[in-house]
């Protein structure tokens, strides 16, 4: 899943794709390195951003999300929002990805089961604005796999199919860096509960934390490798800026295999 941010502000490449030309341009160059979905967002989710009216959301998104659906790219939606989603899905987006796992808008269970999209359920506590804080776990992998579980379920009881359920570990959203090495190298436990798993750790702050690499943009080859071995571990799908790299970094830990 390549990563295509339509914000001025989001925590590695705000700013880079803030206009509709250059998103589209990267969202085509992604899905001819090897990309499987694009993921197109326009609202931040870093620790401190302020929520983005949806009417700009969706301003922000829709022309990206229509022209890549064009040439037949599965297209997410990375929204909390059942307008942004709706609008997105009528343009030929598949793909609803929510951090908040289907809690934050009433409305977006219902589009979701009612159009039959695919859905990814991310884990997160607490709100961007207070840094996802919450008290401790006390094993991070069981905590985070009943919640998901909880919310697929949810989902299936509203007439969403469970094979188009993803689950979201949320690496980096108020975790420490233990706890996100250990969801990642519990990504099959997470696995076992019977829905694919996504790992999204690109870039984040815990690798700044553990290689001293203050610019996000810097963080690729640690990215690369994670993303390897949350593959390794059991994820079905990894998030990524650098497309290029982790398929080629994908293919070789296949052959590995």
């Given amino acids: 899943m390549a990563i295509v941010n339509v914000t001025p502000d989001s925590f590695s490449d705000g700013g880079e794709r803030f206009n509709a030309k250059q998103a589209i341009e990267d969202g085509l160059r992604f899905l001819s390195e090897g990309a499987d979905i694009i993921d197109v967002g326009g609202e931040s989710t870093r620790p401190g951003s302020h929520p983005t009216p949806a009417e700009e959301e969706l301003r922000r998104v829709l022309p990206v999300v229509a022209e890549l659906a064009r040439h037949k790219a599965v297209v997410s939606v990375d929204t909390r929002r059942a307008l942004v989603a709706r609008a997105c899905l009528d343009a030929g987006a598949r793909i609803v990805n929510d951090v908040s796992a289907l809690r934050d808008d009433p409305e977006l269970l219902g589009l979701v089961a009612g159009r039959g999209a695919a859905v990814v359920l991310m884990h997160r506590r607490g709100r961007s604005e207070d840094k996802y804080d919450g008290p401790p776990y006390g094993d ?94 059991g994820a079905a799908i990894v998030r990524v800026h650098d497309v290029a790299a982790t398929r080629q970094a994908l293919a070789v830990c296949a052959a590995m295999r």
């Fill in 140 to 233: 991070v992998v069981e905590d985070v796999r009943k919640f998901l579980v909880g919310r697929a379920l949810a989902c299936e009881a509203a007439g969403v199919s469970p094979e188009s359920i993803a689950l979201d570990p949320g690496i980096g959203f108020g975790k420490s860096v233990e706890e996100n090495l250990a969801l990642i190298a519990g990504a099959g436990r997470l696995a076992d509960a019977g829905y694919p798993v996504l790992v999204g750790a690109s870039r984040k702050g815990f690798i700044g934390k553990l290689t001293g690499l203050a610019d996000p943009r810097d963080r690729d080859p640690a990215s690369v490798w994670l993303a390897v071995e949350a593959a390794r571990r």
